[in-house]
């Protein structure tokens, strides 16, 4: 056993057996920091590319640097790939040229291009000028069709043959070709003038006797995406047909690549982890490598906005300065009323923007979606007033003001309820990203109307 794999196995709990462990980072710095270059590829060696990107990006840069020219020409391709986008060129601009040119060679088409498509030009040009021409061909193709889409997504390098052919003759030609991509699925069937016509899995192919026609294997769910269509319905269609792979055509329908499952499934993990952080506000690339001024302007406008927002609120309470004065309990008990809407509308809106994002919410069901938050909101709604309305008397001795915040927790839940659904709706219709801006929405509308239904009520029942 080597010691990368006695370090890693050592008080490993099965819930981190897929971590790197302390132990283990720390062994790659002792080596980094004696400038062991045997010592470290042998820790280094056993180890997944992802789990070495994922050891660069949780080092600082000044250990990053060390490592990875210590590190040298054991650099592989497949690491740069796995590399989060924000210390991807800070990797690439630390790489020996040469041993940069060697690790982009061994990826596949679309690794490269997700690789460069990010980068600086110059940056660019130098991975480029490391591919051979008919990749290098390949990559810039790609890198022709518009940004975020199939053409984008695709690998250039496809298995496919005649629909005319037997099981043998597709045999015959793998066997004999020297260029397969290391890994696919499918072999894809074309007419005569390279139109993608069927799928055929090599599950079939191998288990089929050689005279059996290959037209006659072919799969019956079949997709064929244009190279000009967004990478999210790519993604979509991926999820929702149970896809393994699928050709990518031109605008004359010819085949140019394909999309396998692993890249279909990257874009919806982007794609849930950008929603996840632009509900949040703090930016759709955010990540633990970012430096601290990048993160500070990234968050600084949503914490502008949620100012605007509070402002807003206050205006309201403004509004009722003498009935608060005249009632001290009141100030007390705001905060309750607005912090309870705002829980309540952050639920039905990360609901909505998630069925807006699989494409669950539709026309037909949406005011069903609509109704069915209404009476959650409203049944919760009525369970807090009464808590609400026990704590008020207890608390402050005083049913009225009891049955003022039992009314408020009401009606700010059911509009909570609303507000968490209609309002990513009408965004979505508007062709605004809802996991954008519905979050500053959502909470002003809670604050709002919680904070004058509570205050009007108790101007009205109290004074």
Request: proline fraction near 3%; aromatic fraction near 6%; avoid cysteine.
């Amino acid at each position: 056993m080597s010691s990368a794999q006695e370090i890693a196995s050592t008080d490993v709990a099965p819930d981190e057996r897929f971590e790197l462990t302390r132990k283990l980072t720390a062994a790659v710095l002792y080596a980094v920091d004696r400038e062991d270059q045997a010592q470290l590829a042998d820790l280094m060696e056993p180890l997944h590319a992802a789990d070495i990107a994922d050891l660069l990006e949780q080092i600082n840069a000044y250990d990053r640097k060390r490592l990875i020219q210590l590190y040298g020409r054991e650099f592989e391709g497949e690491i740069l790939s796995e590399l989060d986008e924000n210390i991807r060129e800070e990797v690439i601009a630390i790489l020996n040229p040469v041993v940069l040119a060697e690790a982009v060679r061994d990826l596949e088409s679309d690794d490269v291009v997700d690789l460069i498509e990010d980068l600086e030009e110059p940056q660019q040009e130098a991975i480029l000028e490391a591919l051979e021409d008919s990749d290098r061909i390949a990559v810039e193709q790609s890198m022709s069709f518009p940004e975020n889409s199939a053409g984008r997504l695709m690998q250039r390098e496809v298995v496919m043959a005649p629909e005319h052919w037997n099981v043998g003759q597709v045999i015959d030609f793998m066997r004999e070709s020297d260029d397969l991509p290391e890994q696919f699925y499918h072999v894809v069937l074309v007419d005569p003038r390279l139109r993608p016509v069927g799928n055929v899995t090599l599950g079939r192919i191998m288990g089929s006797p050689r005279n059996v026609q290959i037209s006659d294997l072919m799969e019956e769910t079949f997709e064929a995406f244009s190279a000009d269509l967004d990478e999210e319905d790519v993604a979509y269609a991926f999820n929702q047909y149970h896809l393994i792979s699928a050709p990518v055509v031109d605008g004359n329908g010819r085949l140019v690549g394909v999309i396998t499952i692993d890249d279909a499934m990257a874009v919806l993990d982007e794609e849930h982890e950008e929603d996840i952080l632009r509900l949040a506000g703090v930016g759709e690339e955010s990540s633990l490598s970012d430096r601290v001024m990048d993160t500070t302007k990234k968050r600084f406008p949503w914490l502008a906005v949620n100012l605007v927002t509070a402002i807003l609120a206050s205006l309201v309470i403004a509004q009722f300065e003498e009935t608060i004065a005249g009632f001290v309990a009141l100030a007390v008990l705001m905060p309750i009323v607005a912090s309870m809407g705002g829980n309540a509308g952050t639920q039905s809106l990360t609901v909505a923007v998630r069925a807006l994002a699989t494409r669950d919410l539709t026309g037909s069901n949406v005011w069903r979606v609509i109704r069915r938050e209404t009476l959650v909101g409203l049944i919760n709604g009525a369970v807090f007033a009464i808590v609400m309305a026990l704590i008020g008397i207890v608390w402050f001795g005083s049913p009225l003001l009891g049955a003022v915040i039992a009314i408020s927790m009401v009606i700010n839940l059911v509009v909570a309820g609303l507000a968490g659904t209609i309002i990513p709706i009408v965004l979505d219709k508007l062709k605004i990203d809802p996991a954008l801006a519905s979050g500053a929405f959502v909470t002003t509308v809670t604050d709002v109307v919680g904070f004058f239904a509570f205050l009007g009520l108790a101007a009205m029942i109290l004074l």
